[in-house]
């Protein structure tokens, strides 16, 4: 079958059809919405990304990649994966094609590496060929490693517009006053070449008192990042504590506050930093008080939603529910709040090449699930 024939396929097996037994229906505010599930079987799955000829690649947290059909089918475990440090939030996290995979076959993998000092957020490039992953090398790891907390590795992985990678890491929860020094990588974003070199505009390429990977500062946990489809900016979500989960555009160079500033708590009912503001530190474009725990996000461009073009999806992993936001520029002007009632942990949120929106569940049974008009 060649990638055309089973993209074909991919997209009549994917168009909204009548409703079935196993579908569940839901109301929002620009229609009905139908959410059926395209595959089952996943042990929590972390990461989703549509291969050219349809398939989906999905991570799965104990250290897993599956190829899955379009039919829902999972693949055996892809062989070659490496070795992850599968404890807490850790283990295999995220999943990325390189943009000239048509032509390369390379993905990359984000990852809670073991190693000398601890576990660390790391990022792996290979070749997928013959269900396998071959040429694996690691181009990215955070340092230093840390040992005794298996919290907050961040770690979603984005391209940019100009080719270079964006890696989100956290603050790995017992070490939060190290997301404020920039000579280490807790609690940052960095941008890297394909190839894990620096680029040459990254703040600290040229030296100073930063790590030259370090795009932006002052992070708590990452686990959203996403490319806006106009501008190329990056957009980044991440967790709070009790309160102040955020959404940022990061800027080179820029602090966006934690620990010293949050719209949040601590668990314990305690204030945390400074307060809410301080001078030379951002303030975000958005943020959710209480938490939502959000996972996944992803720009909405296709056409099965005309109306939500451009607006923001992002998942709630404590409210179990998917979050619309508009946008104004780099203003949030509206939320609407969908599938109140799923019951779902959402990981992932993806655009499939249907123009539909795909969720991964954070579940020991985790599902691909599929959100089409009603």
């Known amino acids: 079958m ?11 097996l994917a168009a909204p059809s009548a409703p079935s037994a196993a579908e569940r229906e839901f109301t929002a505010e620009t229609g009905a919405l139908r959410v059926r599930s395209v595959a089952t079987g996943l042990t929590h799955p972390w990461s989703l990304a549509f291969l050219p000829d349809g398939r989906m690649l999905v ?5 897993r ?4 059909a379009p039919d829902g089918r999972l693949s055996e475990p892809v062989e070659g994966v490496p070795e992850v440090h599968a404890q807490g939030q850790g283990g295999l996290l995220d999943v990325a094609l390189d943009p000239a995979f048509a032509s390369n076959g390379r993905i990359y993998l984000s990852y809670a590496g073991p190693g000398d000092g601890g576990a660390a957020t790391t990022v792996a490039r290979a070749r997928l060929a013959d269900g396998r992953l071959q040429d694996l090398a690691v181009i990215f790891r955070q340092r230093p490693g840390i040992r005794g907390s298996d919290n907050h590795f961040g770690s979603r992985l984005a391209f940019a517009p100009d080719g270079n990678l964006f890696v989100t890491t956290g603050d790995r929860y017992s070490q939060r006053e190290l997301a404020q020094d920039v000579a280490t990588h807790i609690g ?5 070449a394909p190839d894990g070199t620096v680029p040459d505009d990254n703040p600290w390429a040229g030296g100073g008192e930063g790590l030259p990977e370090i795009w932006s500062f002052g992070h708590r946990n990452v686990q959203g990042a996403a490319i806006h489809p106009e501008t190329g900016a990056l957009w980044a979500h991440e967790h ?3 309160g102040g989960d955020e959404i940022n555009v990061p800027q080179p160079g820029r602090n966006y506050g934690w620990p010293v500033i949050t719209h ?3 668990y314990d009912g305690s204030k945390i930093g400074v307060g809410a503001e301080k001078a030379g530190m951002e303030q975000p474009a958005w943020h959710w008080t209480p938490s939502i725990a959000p996972s996944g996000m992803a720009f909405y461009t296709g056409d099965a939603f005309p109306d939500w073009r451009g607006n923001l999806l992002v998942g709630s992993l404590k409210f179990a529910l998917l ?3 508009e946008l104004d520029g780099t203003r949030v002007v509206r939320e609407e709040r969908l599938l109140k009632g799923l019951g779902e942990r959402i990981r992932d949120v993806r655009q499939g090449p249907d123009g539909l929106v795909y969720l991964l569940t ?3 049974r985790g599902q691909i699930l599929q959100v089409a008009p009603e």
């Open 2 to 12: 060649t990638p055309r024939t089973a993209l074909a396929c991919f997209l009549s």
């Open 59 to 63: 991570t799965e947290r104990p250290g």
């Open 65 to 68: 990649l599956r190829i899955v």
């Open 188 to 192: 940052k974003i960095v941008r890297i």
């Open 240 to 242: 709070g504590a009790q």
């Open 264 to 266: 949040g708590i601590d």
């Open 323 to 325: 979050v619309r936001l």
């Open 362 to 364: 954070d579940s020991p």
